[in-house]
């Protein structure tokens, strides 16, 4: 979660908000994570995730300053849209107690901040800006690829049905009357694990053994018994984005027939450069200044000016065959 800085707003209207989802939409092809919930407010968001690959710290990167950058251009503002850097909670997503407690808190949102009064008959359905109205209550057809509903329907036990997901949002209101302002937070035993969180404060949501697993693993990806000054020159330190970017690139060229070498030579506009720069910026998270600089497209704005006016259907008949299949089948990756 983010909030605005100085805890100013970062929604002015719908089109941000949607503006948003759609970079929302943009990130999880680029990393392939799915979303399990989210919800908007005016001065903050929440978002459930799933990040099957180690590429949350690029991922949330890309995200936040691709919202910023273009908030500030509709809106002709500068700096910092978000205050400080986002929070994160690692959670215990295969215990269906702390998946179902973490999905009610973000969906019963709109009921803590009064943005909906089921007192007075009202409904959390009724806030659209949240994966509930916005996804789980909509026809299968209807909803984002990048939701994860299919899991999360059956881990809160109700069928993808009409039937089914009226039940689902009927229990969501009468957790909200029955427990006005605290509706969906969670209370801590007083002796329980200082570290852990109740989705304010602490670094995950789990049992205490959930942690001590988390601890062991980190030790053994960070290296802590490693000295320091090795540890930033190690493997593990490198971004994942640009490891997975490096080997797309690599074998977009030998299908391309360009070595490296010849990549200067050719103009920003030819068609297999262009194309692999499409593929780059689609599914990676790496900047367009770095897609420039490993295909030899000099900077990049000339990198943003041929990706935004590519016409994959003209290009696609000027490059190799193997060359157009594997940027297809990379395309159609991580389609939730």
């Not at 929302?24 to 995730?49: Q, R, S």
């Not at 009921?111 to 509930?132: F, K």
């Not at 039937?163 to 801590?188: P, Q």
């Not at 989705?199 to 320091?228: N, P, T």
Request: aromatic letters at 10%; proline letters at 3%.
């Amino acid at each position: 979660m983010a909030r605005g800085n100085r805890r100013g707003p970062i929604f002015v209207d719908d089109h941000d908000r949607r503006f948003f989802l759609q970079c929302l939409a943009d990130v999880c092809e680029k990393t392939g994570w799915p979303v399990h919930a989210w919800v908007l407010t005016n001065k903050h968001y929440h978002l459930f995730i799933q990040t099957p690959e180690a590429n949350l710290v690029e991922g949330m990167k890309w995200f936040q300053n691709t919202v910023t950058r273009r908030f500030n251009v509709r809106h002709r503002e500068w700096g910092r849209l978000f205050g400080d850097r986002y929070k994160a909670v690692v959670v215990d997503g295969e215990s269906p107690y702390y998946y179902e407690t973490l999905w009610d808190y973000i969906h019963l949102n709109p009921g803590r901040a009064g943005l909906v009064d089921v007192s007075r008959g009202q409904s959390v359905l009724d806030y659209p800006w949240s994966s509930l109205a916005g996804g789980y209550a909509l026809m299968p057809y209807q909803r984002a690829k990048w939701l994860a509903a299919e899991h999360g329907l059956a881990t809160m036990g109700v069928e993808d049905t009409a039937d089914g997901r009226e039940k689902m949002a009927k229990r969501l209101d009468e957790r909200v009357t029955e427990e006005r302002e605290r509706s969906g937070l969670v209370t801590v035993d007083a002796d329980a694990d200082k570290r852990g969180s109740h989705l304010r404060r602490g670094w995950y949501w789990g049992k205490q053994a959930f942690a001590e697993k988390l601890m062991k693993l980190g030790e053994e990806v960070i290296g802590r018994k490693r000295k320091a000054r090795g540890y930033d020159a190690s493997p593990e330190r490198q971004a994942h984005g640009e490891q997975n970017a490096l080997a797309l690139l690599d074998e977009g060229l030998r299908l391309a027939n360009l070595s490296a070498d010849e990549l200067a030579g050719h103009r920003c506009t030819e068609p297999r450069k262009v194309l692999l720069a499409g593929l780059l910026w689609k599914k990676t998270t790496m900047s367009q200044a770095w897609i420039a600089e490993h295909l030899g497209m000099k900077n990049a704005v000339n990198v943003s000016r041929v990706i935004h006016r590519m016409d994959i259907s003209r290009i696609e008949k000027k490059v190799p065959t193997h060359l157009r299949f594997f940027v297809s089948e990379r395309m159609k990756q991580n389609e939730h």
